[in-house]
């Protein structure tokens, strides 16, 4: 089977092949220990993937965005893992960890794994000071127990792994917005793994996150031609007042600004490909104005559109 890839400063992007399906796996590692792994595919057929680190002891916090995948070590129980979900998982030395995908499901999640040995040498300070249970899972640098613990993450992870994947930045400024993401997200997932209990937001409102959840694939799947916010209501299963306080609470944002910020980072991402004009880039993006595109881009970013567009040419001129 031929895989492709591309990387570009130690990040990875590996392609399905489409007889398999498609869509893609990233990853990267970084210095400290902590690595980067994010999956968005669907395969034609069941799939089996093994992780398998022979000398190594790892942590990996697995976080659901959407559709769901089946985890287990050295065929032991199969958990799924759906939305809203997530494990932390620490195989043993030399135990293989399992994902296994259902065929024709659109599965998106994330992962951080943590190198325990790297990165308790990355912290200057003794792990014996740090919290008992947190402690337990880190300090096991030898690898000697298995951890396989589900739990339901909070509003702050997700929106972190959203951002990872809608971010527009390339180059060096990519890899270094990737790196303090990764370390805010350990920072949120460490809380919740301490935590070990669902966080309240989740208690009472899961049907109303999963609403707005239907909601955003809508609006990020007909972005050109996005129908009003009661159509938007009705696609997520839910009445507008509904859906308003949804956002509200979970995104901390109306609807309409919602599609409008999401508008200008799609802008910013077809503007640093290059390929197409700003009048294109305006009707990809759900915009009738150009001026209006431009207005709206330059308060948020501080530069034009064809601002971008030139320095982009001037770039690709120089090489």
Known sequence: MKIGYK????????FIPKDYGNGFISCINFPNGIGLYIYSLKF??????EL???????????????????????????????PLEHYTIAPKLGQIHELLFDENEETIFG?????????????????????PRLQKLFG????????????????????????????????????????????????QMMLNFQMQEQPEIFRHGRNEYLA?????????????????????AEESGVNVNKLQEGFKKFKGKSINSYIHDLR???????????????????????????SYLAKSFKER???????????????????
């Open 140 to 187: 096991d640098t030898s690898a000697s127990q298995e951890v396989f613990i589900p739990g339901t993450y909070g509003v702050n992870v997700y929106n972190i792994l959203e951002e990872i994947l809608e971010n527009p930045l390339i180059g060096f400024p990519r890899i270094n917005y990737l790196g303090g993401k990764s370390l805010t997200a350990l920072s």
């Open 301 to 319: 970013y501080g530069i034009s559109p064809k601002e971008v567009m030139q320095g982009f040419k001037n770039k690709k001129g120089n090489k």
């Open 7 to 14: 990387e570009e400063l130690g990040e990875y992007k590996i």
């Open 111 to 131: 992962y951080l794994e943590v190198d325990r040995v790297k990165y308790k040498d990355y912290c200057a300070f003794d792990f014996k000071l740090i919290e």
């Open 52 to 82: 398998a680190h022979q000398n190594q002891s790892l942590v990996r916090f697995l976080y659901m965005l959407k559709g769901s995948v089946n985890s287990r070590l050295d065929s032991g129980i199969k958990y799924q893992i759906k």
């Open 44 to 49: 034609k057929e069941r799939i089996n993937i």
């Open 212 to 232: 707005v959840q239907r909601a955003i694939t809508y609006i990020h799947n007909n972005l050109q031609e996005l129908k009003n916010i009661k159509g938007i």
């Open 264 to 290: 200008l980072k799609k802008a910013m991402q077809l503007l640093l490909k290059g390929e197409d004009t700003v009048i294109s880039i305006t009707e990809k993006v759900g915009l009738r104005s150009r």
